[in-house]
């Protein structure tokens, strides 16, 4: 151009080249590698179990979670917990700074090394964070940030995009760790944009079941390690509580004796996991039956309910089925096929199991898969001794109306050499 465009001086523009040679240099691998092995140990067993190890310096982590569940206690408790070795920053959009100190007096967190700042402004956070530069920082939440250079208030998909990206990019240049507090809708749904879990590199949900105050933390997304563990916590009057041992914890005794209810030793990362299946079978009152699943995926328990139908001679098509897994906990074990079967049709019988446990993956033909994690299953159910055990692998057991016979459950008719009708 050669002169200023505003106020016309000639030879007033530096030309300077945008590509700054460094900032596109390719960094060795090997490099890379020693500071990803640099991850910082939120000091919390359960919750450095699901993050892969801990913190990674420069990654944004995303918790999601219903109001009241419980974020903010835990993230207070995991950023005092982090204070112990490196400086931590709480951001509270939500609270008061007094509000916090409360909290954490009750929770009774010694934490020398933890910074609270109560500010909702993007601006003054990011600025917060580059003056104070620390290890951790939290964000509660994210719903509650916003941009004087955006228009819309805090909570809008704008809002929360822009402090999202921002925040991402203030913790990728300082090597920071980000934790980014989320709201969930009612529906399980992060509030704000579905690009916010893109933006983020792990994405974490924290749930749980109100009744026996257990509280889950599994992964939903994790650039740095698997999304197949779960931290186990419960809510108690003193904070959050890690369980190291769930045992029976996610196992309701009261409801045990009832026709329905199958034990599954689940396994979620290593560690097994001993959860009760409950299912319902009902008359239905309308033409389209009802099929209501919580706690495992829907399209397996279909397919279950269309194997037993097919395989088993049950006649379920013209009933309601509720499925649900105590603790609300989110199986993702498909050897929880099996226990499905099981549980639905002992409610349909009417015909309890007596407190067994179940396991086993059921193929379309009805066949039950030899499982991979038998030994440790087994191991699981005998150390807190349950002793009636239907699973795959079990000499005579291979089909899911063995699986049946094995409970009690004698099937109405034959259905293994039944001719098919044409047209089926
Ligand atoms: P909170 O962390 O504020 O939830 P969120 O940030 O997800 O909205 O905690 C919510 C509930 O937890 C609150 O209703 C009270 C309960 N609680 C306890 O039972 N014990 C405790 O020590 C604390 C701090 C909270
Ligand atoms: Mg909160």
Redesign the pocket.
């Known amino acids: 151009m050669g002169f200023c465009p505003q106020c016309r001086t000639e030879g007033s523009v530096r030309e300077v080249s945008a590509a700054t040679p460094g900032a596109v240099a390719p960094v060795p691998l090997h490099e890379a590698l020693t500071s990803e092995a640099r991850r910082i140990p939120v000091g919390l067993a359960e919750f450095d179990r699901v993050l892969g190890g801990g913190l990674v310096p420069g990654s944004v982590v995303l918790v999601g ?1 219903e ?7 835990l993230l207070l408790q995991a950023a005092a917990s982090v204070s112990a070795r490196a400086d931590a920053l709480v951001v509270t959009a939500e609270e008061s700074v007094p509000q916090v100190a409360l ?1 954490a007096r ?2 009774g967190l010694r934490a020398e090394r933890l910074f609270v700042l109560a500010e909702t402004g993007l601006e003054a956070i990011v600025a917060a964070i580059e003056d104070q530069r620390p290890a951790v920082v939290v964000i509660d939440s994210i719903q509650t940030v916003s941009a004087m250079a955006i228009a819309g208030g805090a909570g809008g998909p704008a809002q929360v995009r822009e402090a999202a990206e921002r925040l991402v990019a203030v913790s990728r240049r300082l090597g920071i760790a980000t934790i980014l507090v989320g709201h969930v809708t009612k529906d399980g749904l992060l509030a704000g944009p579905k690009q916010l879990e893109h933006v983020v590199d792990v994405v974490l949900s924290f749930d749980g079941d109100a009744e026996l105050g257990i509280r889950l933390l599994r992964g939903l997304k994790n650039r740095y390690g698997s999304t197949h563990q779960i931290g186990l916590f419960e ?5 959050l509580v890690e369980v190291a041992d769930p045992g029976g914890l996610l196992v309701d005794e009261k409801t045990l004796p009832a026709p329905g209810t199958v034990l599954f030793p689940a396994v979620h990362g290593r560690r097994p996991l001993l959860v009760e299946i409950q299912a319902l079978v009902a008359r239905s009152t309308t033409p389209q039956p009802r099929r209501s699943v919580k706690g495992v995926e829907a399209a397996r328990v279909h397919q279950v309910l269309a194997v037993l139908e097919r395989h088993a001679g049950l006649e379920l098509h013209h009933r309601d089925v509720y499925v649900s897994v105590v603790g609300g906990i989110q199986l993702r074990d498909p050897a929880a096929d099996l226990p499905v079967a099981l549980a639905v049709a002992s409610s349909l019988a009417g015909h309890p199991l007596g407190g067994a446990a179940a396991w086993g993956e059921v193929d379309l033909t009805g066949r039950v898969r030899s499982d991979p994690h038998a030994e440790r299953r087994l191991l699981e159910v005998r150390r807190l001794g349950v002793n009636a055990t239907i699973h795959a692998g079990d000499g005579n057991l291979d089909g899911i109306r063995d699986g049946l016979v094995a409970a009690g459950l004698e099937p109405r008719h034959e259905s293994r050499n039944r001719p098919v009708p044409a047209g089926v």
Request: no cysteine.
């Open positions: 979670g109001p009241g569940v419980g974020k903010s206690t909290r009750r929770l809510m108690t009057g003193g904070g």
